[in-house]
Nanobody
Framework: QLQLVESGGGLVQPGGSLRLSCAAS????????IGWFRQVPGKEREGVSC????????YYADSVKGRFTVSRDNAKNTVYLQMNSLKPEDTAVYYC???????????????????WGQGTQVTVSS
């Protein structure tokens, strides 16, 4: 059974940091581009950051550039999203997704994925 599981969400004060993890089971992430997406009620899902399966190329939404960093550890079958300098507007449910035949830019801009996790809540508030 192919599954992605996110963890690491929580409540953090503005300016704080969190690291999200996306662990895969039932398949190997090596051959998949992985994306992080977020969604708030009443809004469309937004691509935050995506990382290539092959050369580690990355894509970041303008709203998170310089604050978020995506990385992958294929040995652990896990992808991470390090989020620094968090702002209240970063509050959302964060999802990871895996997709094979795509580019990281298309995956993030169009918010598409073949397999999705269940999401983890991130709340930035004082």
């Amino acid at each position: 059974q192919l599954q992605l599981v996110e963890s690491g969400g929580g409540l953090v004060q503005p300016g704080g940091s969190l690291r999200l993890s996306c662990a895969a089971s039932g398949f190997t992430l090596d051959y998949y581009h992985i994306g992080w997406f977020r969604q708030v009620p009443g809004k469309e899902r937004e691509g935050v950051s995506c990382i290539s399966s092959r050369d580690g190329a990355t894509y970041y939404a303008d709203s998170v550039k310089g604050r978020f960093t995506v990385s992958r550890d294929n040995a652990k079958n896990t992808v991470y999203l390090q989020m620094n300098s968090l702002k209240p507007e970063d509050t959302a449910v964060y999802y990871c997704a895996a997709r094979r035949l795509t580019t990281v830019q298309f995956m993030c801009v169009m918010a598409v994925g073949d397999y999705w996790g269940q999401g983890t809540q991130v709340t930035v508030s004082s």
